[in-house]
Nanobody, 123 residues
């Protein structure tokens, strides 16, 4: 049973930084794709970044390119999202997703999700 647990959200001022963590358990993830998404009230879940667990290039949404960085620590079975230069429009619930056979940029291609972590950016 795959389990994903996000942490690291909170309240931050505009221009600040946060690092989100996604702890994964339940199987070997070597060929899995891991993605970060967010969802604001009344909006669809939005792709942010994705990477293959075993390494390789990372994919980013244009809206966060240059500000957000996805990475993973195989020893800790954890994927991270470093978020810099945060803006009020980054306020949302942030989710980590996992899927077999590599990363994807569309939320409904992911099989497993965490419970989400709230990020609030004040102006």
């Amino acid at each position: 049973q795959v389990q994903l647990v996000e942490s690291g959200g909170g309240l931050v001022q505009a221009g600040g930084s946060l690092r989100l963590s996604c702890a994964a358990s339940g199987r070997t993830f070597s060929n899995y794709g891991m993605g970060w998404f967010r969802q604001a009230p009344g909006k669809e879940r939005e792709f942010l970044a994705a990477i293959r667990w075993s390494g390789g290039i990372a994919y980013y949404a244009q809206s966060v390119k240059g500000r957000f960085t996805i990475s993973r620590d195989n020893a800790k079975n954890t994927v991270y999202l470093q978020m810099n230069s945060l803006k009020p429009e980054d306020t949302a619930i942030y989710y980590c997703g996992a899927r077999p056979n590599g990363p994807a940029t569309v939320w409904y291609h992911y099989n497993y999700w965490g419970q989400g972590t709230q990020v609030t950016v004040s102006s």
